[in-house]
T-cell receptor
Framework: LAKTTQPISMDSYEGQEVNITCSHN???????ITWYQQFPSQGPRFIIQ???TKVTNEVASLFIPADRKSSTLSLPRVSLSDTAVYYC??????????????FGAGTRLAVHP | GAVVSQHPSWVICKSGTSVKIECRSL??????MFWYRQFPKQSLMLMAT?????????EQGVEKDKFLINHASLTLSTLTVTSAHPEDSSFYIC????????????FGPGTRLTVL
């Protein structure tokens, strides 16, 4: 499983756009990039997943450059409720397969009023 | 999305006793579930992979005789912490994969174990 590197912590203010970058230099051809969010004393929650270029859903965007050695999670107009730990995970996905997830340290995002 | 529940949400026990934690997939079947442990201010650490109808697969360094896992049905996996000690106090979380086109794991709400 490819190792990931993220900033330990980030600070932002309400209404700003937040970009969290994850480095995964050893990503393999079959690996996907997935981001999870975790609030204190709760299980993680899936945010977004992508393989290349850009993916957007109702809560975030994921930007992946052509070399796929990094990815950026973009949270538009954050609010206080976005204060959480964000994990970037990289791993292969195959139909019917149940890959185990290895979590890195994550990025602790603090959103201030 | 799919829902995974855990029971109990928190438990306090005396040192030397055993504690069972249940993980249920409420609206889908899960032949595989995963168990994690998380200490305060730390990341999730994968403990083991629970396989329905077969033995669990433990990660390196996790004592299989201490952390007993039973996956007796397609919707239930249990983790039993045997002879618990204060150092076993932690937040235990289970997850189950969606099995859909997007590989997503659904996590339970976690169980806070405190061993006195």
């Amino acid at each position: 499983l490819a190792k990931t590197t993220q900033p330990i912590s980030m600070d932002s203010y309400e209404g700003q756009e937040v970009n969290i970058t994850c480095s995964h230099n050893n990503i393999a051809t079959n690996d996907y990039i997935t981001w999870y969010q975790q609030f204190p004393s709760q299980g993680p929650r899936f945010i977004i997943q992508g393989y290349k270029t850009k993916v957007t859903n109702e809560v975030a965007s994921l930007f992946i450059p052509a070399d796929r050695k990094s990815s950026t999670l973009s949270l538009p107009r954050v609010s206080l409720s976005d204060t959480a730990v964000y994990y970037c995970l990289v791993g292969a996905i195959f139909s019917g397969g149940y890959n185990k997830l290895i979590f890195g340290a994550g990025t602790r995002l603090a959103v201030h009023p | 999305g799919a829902v995974v529940s855990q029971h109990p949400s928190w438990v306090i026990c005396k040192s030397g006793t055993s504690v069972k934690i249940e993980c249920r997939s409420l609206d889908f079947q899960a032949t595989t579930m995963f168990w994690y442990r998380q200490f305060p201010k730390q990341s999730l650490m994968l403990m083991a992979t629970s396989n329905e109808g077969s033995k669990a697969t433990y990660e390196q360094g996790v004592e299989k005789d201490k952390f007993l896992i039973n996956h007796a049905s397609l919707t239930l996996s249990t983790l039993t912490v045997t002879s618990a000690h204060p150092e076993d106090s932690s937040f235990y979380i289970c997850s189950a994969p969606s099995g859909g086109a997007v590989y997503e794991q659904f996590f339970g709400p976690g169980t806070r174990l405190t061993v006195l």
